[in-house]
């Protein structure tokens, strides 16, 4: 009878014991779960010399000396990281967001929103980094149905007007930032929302032979 006792007091404790274990487990999982949560503080970047590269080669190559557009592509999607730098004021004036090219991920989602693919090839449907003058205002079938043509000036964009590379808006871009998601991924084309799309537009409409420089830090 004592043994008896003494098994059902062994199997008591073990039990609880295993309990006791699980309820740890829980505890760090939920905690790694909160940590993977937290939103990164986004890094600031000092493009000083890109502005003051743009400057000279907008002189040197007769094109717009009033403002030029940075596009970084090594910013998260989900933040805005295209800027309208203004040559007289030294500074940035305006800032949006932009998407990129969703390579060989599916259209329309966000799976490479902190990593995009770069690629000057055919139907890679990627971003091309390099320099580009934007050119003439057409017809869009997307958003406001405004675009911009745009001419790629080096090897790593050369493409860009056989590729049907333009500036246009969309609507799944969003007017604010959405960081930790990301900007919906195109085909390729620097594409903004609809109402920085109709400041883009008062902007190159009055300011012809913009440079823009897209980057990739």
Same mark, same amino acid.
């Given at each position: 009878?004592?043994?008896?006792?003494?098994?059902i007091v062994l199997v008591?404790?073990?039990?609880?014991?295993?309990?006791?274990?699980?309820?740890?487990?829980?505890?760090?999982?939920?905690?790694?779960?909160?940590?993977?949560?937290?939103?990164?503080?986004?890094?600031?970047?000092?493009?000083?010399?890109?502005?003051?590269?743009?400057?000279?080669?907008?002189?040197?190559?007769?094109?717009?000396?009033?403002?030029?557009?940075?596009?970084?592509?090594?910013?998260?999607?989900?933040?805005?990281?295209?800027?309208?730098?203004?040559?007289?004021?030294?500074?940035?004036?305006?800032?949006?967001?932009?998407?990129?090219?969703?390579?060989?991920?599916?259209? $329309?989602?966000?799976?490479?929103?902190?990593? /995009?693919?770069? %690629? #000057? !090839?055919?139907?890679?449907?990627?971003?091309?980094?390099? =320099?580009?003058?934007?050119?003439?205002?057409?017809?869009?079938?997307?958003?406001?149905?405004?675009?911009?043509?745009?001419?790629?000036?080096?090897?790593?964009?050369?493409?860009?007007?056989?590729?049907?590379?333009?500036?246009?808006?969309?609507?799944?871009?969003?007017?604010?930032?959405?960081?930790?998601? $990301?900007?919906?991924?195109?085909?390729?084309? /620097?594409?903004? %929302? #609809? !109402?920085?799309?109709?400041?883009?537009?008062?902007?190159? =409409?009055?300011?012809?032979?913009?440079?823009?420089?897209?980057?990739?830090?």
């Amino acid at each position: 009878m004592k043994n008896m006792i003494f098994v059902i007091v062994l199997v008591l404790i073990l039990s609880c014991n295993q309990k006791d274990k699980k309820e740890i487990v829980v505890s760090k999982n939920e905690n790694k779960t909160e940590i993977t949560r937290e939103a990164k503080p986004r890094t600031e970047i000092n493009y000083s010399n890109y502005y003051k590269d743009a400057e000279q080669y907008c002189k040197a190559n007769n094109l717009n000396q009033d403002n030029f557009i940075l596009i970084d592509l090594g910013v998260h999607s989900g933040y805005k990281r295209f800027f309208v730098y203004d040559f007289k004021k030294k500074e940035v004036s305006k800032s949006y967001l932009v998407s990129h090219g969703c390579g060989d991920n599916q259209w $329309g989602r966000t799976s490479s929103k902190a990593k /995009p693919q770069i %690629s #000057n !090839e055919f139907d890679s449907h990627c971003s091309s980094i390099g =320099k580009y003058v934007v050119l003439d205002r057409g017809v869009s079938q997307w958003g406001i149905k405004v675009n911009y043509v745009l001419q790629g000036k080096e090897k790593t964009n050369s493409n860009a007007q056989s590729r049907a590379i333009v500036l246009h808006s969309w609507d799944a871009v969003s007017e604010n930032e959405v960081y930790p998601e $990301g900007t919906p991924e195109g085909w390729g084309c /620097p594409a903004v %929302s #609809n !109402e920085s799309m109709k400041e883009i537009d008062e902007l190159l =409409k009055t300011n012809k032979k913009v440079l823009m420089w897209i980057i990739k830090s």
